[in-house]
């Protein structure tokens, strides 16, 4: 089974598709590209298949730094972050929940970052997601 709701790779995702796999948290996945369209520059979005495991996901990039993954589930997506060792010690200093520090804390550490993610199943989770993308953008 794929990480995304969207594991074919011959069906492209649209709004259609994304709406009603997403149900109500549709509305928070507009909420958090809304943010980003004003806070960041140039910021774009696109679907990519990297394989069977992955299934289809939704790359935002700011001119060409990817801000983050987004991976649509059923009624809920998750937010994938990968953060170099200064966003990293970075996050470490703010008041992100404990879970969301330790995932990134415990980490693989690769070439490109440490990749982590959290789950986005409502508004609540808004806050998290913007400071997440700060540390990143900042870093």
Sequence with gaps: MALSIFAEKA????????????AETKSTWGRIMAYMTDAYKSVNGEWKYYSKAAGWTFVVKSEKR??????????????????????????????????????????????????????????????????LLKIKNDN
Excluded: C, H, W
């Design 11 to 22: 069906f492209l995702p649209n709004e259609e598709t994304l709406s009603e796999a997403l």
């Design 66 to 131: 990817t801000l983050v993954y987004l991976i649509p589930q059923k009624d809920y997506f998750k937010a994938s972050f990968v953060f170099g060792e200064k966003a990293a010690l970075s996050a470490q200093q703010t008041d992100l929940p404990e879970e969301i520090l330790t995932s990134i804390s415990e980490a693989k550490r690769y070439a490109e970052g440490r990749s982590f993610m959290t789950d986005v199943k409502s508004d609540a989770d808004i806050n998290v997601i913007e400071k």
